[in-house]
């Protein structure tokens, strides 16, 4: 794979380093990985025990888990429910909802639209400033916003989840990156209306863990239940999940750190000629008349960043470590 055919295929979602092996053989190895929005140092408390992984998850694990991530988002346990990840939950809305059309406010994450699509639903993608409006069956926000960090306000959100709820509509909240902005989280928020979708992997730094989870009244809870069966997640992330929502002080820490490397990181990319168009303290979202050959120069040198179809001179970067960083910033200096 040469690389512009690389660079079609790097615009659907960040990941792939095989595919970036197999089109730069000649890149120095290990490959860094900035293309998508995980945090590089993750929560490290201890993972399930061998005996667990010998066995079927314990139906009372699975609930003190979920009781642990209510507990952590300000919701109930009879109101969350765990899932392999955020994106299973989303694949599965149109099943649950069963509505005609969808609204999607982008461009954001593409698994929203195709999830409703491969349902035969009625998609469509609208502008942010269309949301407050939008008659369609279901709502979709992502927020804060993947891939630019745009942020709808909690003020608005709670308006929005009202008067859809009053309507008998539907408003999906795709939260997976609200650790980053957590004062404008509706986790907390009961509207009969209002779904909720939260990410572990992303600000814990466990993406492989695969957890994720949906909140909704109770009744919607248990649909998901049912259609997931009694082992919905794991042993690993069951016993990791629950550690690292009790974790309250790493969770602090780790957000004052990640801000201050984020902006560390801004400072970076404005000398080498990139604008912040914006983002979140876990990614970067830069424009520049030279996208496509930052994106090749810097996968050349190992580094693989996220370029967008929707957006030919965006170019987003997660957030290095400190020794990642000045890796990074060797390769930004030696841009010609």
Not at 108 to 124: D, I, Q
Not at 308 to 325: I, K, N, Q, S, Y
Request: charged content about 20%; glycine content about 8%; hydrophobic content about 45%.
């Amino acid at each position: 794979m040469h690389d512009a055919a690389f660079l079609t295929t790097a615009t659907r979602h960040g990941g792939g380093l095989m595919r970036a092996a197999a089109a730069y053989p000649d890149a120095p190895r290990p490959w860094l990985d900035l293309s998508t929005g995980i945090n590089p140092e993750p929560w490290r408390g201890p993972r399930a025990p061998e005996a667990e992984l010998n066995r079927l998850p314990d139906p009372a694990a699975l609930v003190a888990l979920e009781t642990a991530a209510a507990a952590a988002f300000g919701s109930a346990p009879e109101r969350t429910a765990a899932a392999a990840g955020a994106e299973a939950a989303i694949r599965l809305l149109p099943l649950l909802l069963g509505v005609r059309s969808v609204e999607i406010v982008g461009p954001t994450y593409g698994a929203h639209a195709e999830a409703w699509r491969a349902a035969a639903v009625a998609t469509r993608l609208i502008a942010a400033d269309q949301a407050a409006a939008s008659q369609a069956g279901v709502l979709v926000i992502v927020n804060p916003n993947n891939p630019d960090g745009r942020l709808t306000r909690r003020a608005d959100l709670i308006a929005m989840a009202r008067e859809r709820s009053a309507a008998g509509r539907w408003l999906v909240v795709d939260e997976s990156f609200i650790e980053c902005a957590p004062g404008d989280s509706v986790s907390d928020l009961i509207e009969p209306g209002l779904i909720v979708l939260r990410s572990f992997g992303k600000f814990y730094g466990l993406a492989g863990v695969r957890l994720g989870f949906m909140l909704a009244a109770p009744d919607m809870i248990q649909r998901l239940r049912d259609l997931l069966g009694d082992w919905p997640v794991g042993a690993d992330a069951i016993t990791m999940g629950r550690g690292a929502y009790a974790a309250a002080e790493w969770r602090s820490r780790t957000s004052a750190a990640l801000d201050e490397r984020a902006g560390r990181l801004d400072q970076r990319l404005t000398r080498a000629g990139f604008q912040i168009v914006g983002g979140t303290s876990l990614f970067r979202m830069t424009r520049t008349p030279h996208a496509a050959r930052w994106f090749q120069h810097l996968c050349r040198g190992g580094i693989l960043t996220r370029p967008f179809d929707h957006t030919p001179d965006a170019l987003r970067f997660g957030v290095p470590t400190e020794r990642d960083m000045r890796r990074l910033a060797r390769a930004l200096e030696a841009f010609s």
